[in-house]
């Protein structure tokens, strides 16, 4: 079942990467049979093709240095034999050691971050919905107090979802919701407590106190917990989601990062140019509505679904 399950995202994502594969991969391939010899000219067309595709150009500089390395150490002179190195050297800035889920195995807290309209509410209640799935007992935080829309939209998850549910009503302390969240999953012995809180960027000063008030609340209140502070980004606003990143990683201590709507981007480069810009794993992404469609991040299956898409329809 669960490998059934699995092959069905893998094919979503492949599906949902098409506007990103035609961006880049057709470019490259047109790269790869175009040119006889490799020269700067066929270094720089990947370059803008990549760039074009939202790796962004730090990454795209990286990717070019590891290509050229490649290239020399192994004596190629076909540019056609350059595709697998390319692939090789993508799947490389998205390495960044051991992908971990620990927050599975103790008793964990974890603070959903993000702007609004990112996906953030939707996030918490799906990663809920499939813990609690895994027998984990769940407990949900409506700590986006500020859109009374959050506070309806978590409950109807929780509902569906069957997890218990930590609300106040709208214009309450979040601190205090997060609070009363804390003393219910230490008494109710949760395994996970799962906090959602505001997504307003254009204050950061605000946004920064209420993150740390909420951070003393866990540190004190529950500092046995392990911590989870992943920041919900939207796969299909490019680099300026890896700019609201930065912003959240100046307020607090960002552990991963879950990129929505992946599905009819054409700018999924951005999966690679987070981890390889910032150093923190993707660790969950988001290909559709439905509850399934939110799944752990995969590095080598983005990859292959970028780049193997006719091989697989061979198969």
Known sequence: M?????????QKLVKGLTKTRDNIVSGIDNIFSGFSSIDEDFYEEIEEILIMGDLGIHTTEKIIEDLKEQVKEQKIKDPAACKELLIESIRKQMDIGENAYEFENQKSVILMIGVNGVGKTTSVGKLSGQLKAQGKKVIMAAADTFRAAAIEQLTE????????????????DPAAVVYDAVQAAKARNADVLICDTAGRLHNKKNLMEELKKIDRIIEKEYSGAYRENLVVLDGTTGQNALA??????????????????????????????????????????????????LQKFQADDFVQALFKKDEMEDE
């Open 2 to 10: 669960g490998e059934e399950k699995k092959g069905g995202f893998f």
């Open 244 to 293: 609201q990143a930065r912003q959240f990683m100046e307020v607090t201590n960002v552990t991963g990062i879950i990129l929505t709507k992946l599905d009819g981007t054409a700018k999924g480069g951005i999966a690679i140019a987070i981890q390889s810009e910032l150093g923190i794993p993707v660790k969950y992404i988001g290909v559709g509505e439905h509850i399934d469609d």
């Open 157 to 172: 998850w929780s509902n569906r979802a069957g997890v218990d549910i930590i609300a106040q009503k709208e214009g309450s």
